[in-house]
Nanobody
């Protein structure tokens, strides 16, 4: 079982960058796929990016793939999401989730953090 905690959200100006962190407590962190989701008010939750467990590759949402990088540091039990050239429409709660080792499927996510709020505004 994992417990996930997100950090790094806040108020950012359009065009800025930020790094979100998802830190886990629990065993076998490196085996889990970790995904980032965002949810803006009035919209459904959407997967932004995922990094598979055991070195299995990455996934990016088409609309954000040129502005987002996901990475993990298994020694720190942490997955990072770097977002560049932020836009007001990126304003959302960003949550991370942990799932099956070789799958980034939304339905395979088993553990969720509570989220961190990102607001992009001047």
């Amino acid at each position: 079982q994992l417990q996930l905690v997100e950090s790094g959200g806040g108020l950012v100006q359009p065009g800025g960058s930020l790094r979100l962190s998802c830190t886990a407590t629990g065993n076998d962190f490196s085996a889990y796929s970790i995904a980032w989701f965002h949810q803006a008010p009035g919209t459904e939750r959407e997967q932004v990016s995922c990094i598979r467990g055991s070195g299995g590759g990455t996934y990016y949402l088409d609309s954000m793939q040129d502005r987002v990088t996901i990475s993990r540091d298994n020694g720190k039990n942490t997955v990072y999401l770097d977002i560049h050239s932020l836009k007001p429409e990126d304003t959302a709660v960003y949550s991370c989730a942990a799932g099956l080792p070789y799958s980034c499927s939304d339905t395979g996510m088993m553990y969720w953090g509570e989220g961190t709020r990102v607001t992009v505004s001047s």
